[in-house]
């Protein structure tokens, strides 16, 4: 039987919630301190612990068949390779920031400038886009010092939170893309593979939309069911049961995360009541 080869990033955020993932779709690695790859127990499934960057070359060449990593790293070094799903973690955006001491007013600023970046083909793409001729300087980490040293008069990096920049007197003045982790698949990849691939993106789908959705319970007067049961989103439909006391229901359904406040003061206004809100583990549509 195939064994699917899947590469995370070695270490760092990306790969701690690549690893949890793994766990929430039932796939147990044994891995140990320092080890380049694991098998795992119960699944047709190896784990690659690689360095981000190289993973692109390597799921064109085929050595790994799918890969969890950065769509940012992915739309700088992985033309050709397909994503098969959006994965909902490790979300940053990939910006252009200049020194907050600048009068920038537009990208025509950066007209004839030094730009730093580890990202040369998104930035000389999205200049092109712009019509802007820039000296790119290439540097691996660390790029938010080069306006500071006076190697450059802009850097383009990934952001998350802003806190890097802000040390660094730089200020964020426009953004390329946002970014988020990937399932990133090879392009040679034959049938076999592609079956365990499917069933593993079948889990994961699962775990997010559990990820993306709260379970609720509320209690209500029989003559308010239908209004409450018309501001619920549902999957199909409400599931509605009887309480012990005459003339009361108990209301179940399925909430998204991004609604979920607007629903539930719709919810009490309507008149619900004894409301829970219950997390929910995997949802198998």
């Known amino acids: ?46 784990v690659f612990y690689l360095r981000n960057g190289d993973i692109p070359q390597y799921l064109k060449d085929g050595v790994v068949d799918a890969a969890i990593i950065g769509e940012n790293v992915l739309i ?15 979300s940053c955006r990939v910006c252009i920031a200049v020194p907050k001491t600048m009068d920038y007013k ?36 660390s790029v938010e010092i080069a306006p500071n040293i006076g190697l450059a008069d802009a850097i383009v990096d990934i952001v998350s939170s802003g806190s890097t920049l ?62 409450i049961i018309d501001v619920l989103p549902g999957m199909k439909s409400p599931t509605v049961l009887p309480l012990a006391e005459a003339g009361w229901s108990s209301i179940h359904s399925v909430i998204s995360k991004n609604e979920f406040w607007d629903v539930i003061d719709d919810l009490k206004a309507k008149g619900a009541q004894g409301i ?5 583990e995997k949802m198998v549509l």
Do not use: W
């Open 1 to 46: 039987m195939s064994t699917l080869r899947i590469a995370v990033q070695k270490s760092g955020r990306l790969h701690d919630e690549s690893m949890e993932l793994l766990k929430d779709i039932g796939i147990s690695i044994d891995n140990g301190i320092d080890q380049l790859k694991a098998s795992a127990r119960n699944f047709p499934v190896e």
């Open 76 to 90: 700088e070094k992985g033309n050709g390779i397909n994503i098969a799903e959006k994965l909902g973690f490790s």
């Open 106 to 141: 537009s990208i025509k600023d950066l007209d004839g400038k030094r730009i730093a970046t580890s990202y040369p083909n998104t930035v000389k793409n999205y200049l092109d886009t712009q019509g802007i001729t820039a000296n790119l300087h290439i540097i691996n980490g």
């Open 166 to 227: 802000f040390k660094n007197n730089l200020k964020e003045v426009e953004m390329i893309f946002k970014s988020e982790a990937v399932l990133a698949v090879s392009p040679i990849l034959d049938a076999e593979k592609q079956a365990i691939l499917d069933k593993i993106q079948f889990r994961i789908k699962s775990v997010l939309k559990g990820r993306e959705s709260k379970y609720v319970l509320l209690n209500a007067p029989n003559d308010k069911v239908q209004a």
């Open 276 to 280: 829970l809100v219950c997390p929910i």
